[in-house]
């Protein structure tokens, strides 16, 4: 089992910027890749950013809406994968999801976080 809890959410207005942090704990040598996921209020939950760690090349997805905006890193030896998050958007309010995988396996079958809120003011 890996347990993630992530941490940084909270409250800014557009424009600002945001970091979030989700640390990965147990069974982490299992771990694929890594990813951000966002649900918005009413709206089902939607891909950020990814990066594979496990004979990956280090190359980090992003979904279009937020390319240029938000950048994904990871500090290996503290099993842990960021999220900065600038030029925040009113759009971009949702509760973020850190979650990771297993080889072979996909996101709905890998591990989850509870969840952290951010809400962009306009």
């Known amino acids: 089992q890996v347990q993630l809890v992530e941490s940084g959410g909270g409250l800014v207005q557009a424009g600002d910027s945001l970091s979030l942090s989700c640390a990965a704990s147990?069974?982490?040598?299992?771990?694929?890749?890594m990813g951000w996921f966002r649900q918005a209020p009413r709206k089902e939950r939607e891909f950020v950013a990814a990066i594979i760690n496990s004979g990956g090349d280090g190359t980090i997805h992003y979904t279009e809406s937020v390319k240029g905006r938000f950048t994904m890193s990871r500090d290996n030896a503290k099993n842990t994968v960021y999220l900065q998050m600038n030029s925040l958007k009113s759009e971009d309010t949702a509760v973020y999801y850190c979650a990771a995988t297993d080889t072979g396996k996909g996101w709905t079958s890998g591990y989850w976080g509870q969840g952290t809120q951010v809400t962009v003011s306009s």
């Open positions: 147990g069974r982490t040598f299992s771990i694929y890749a």
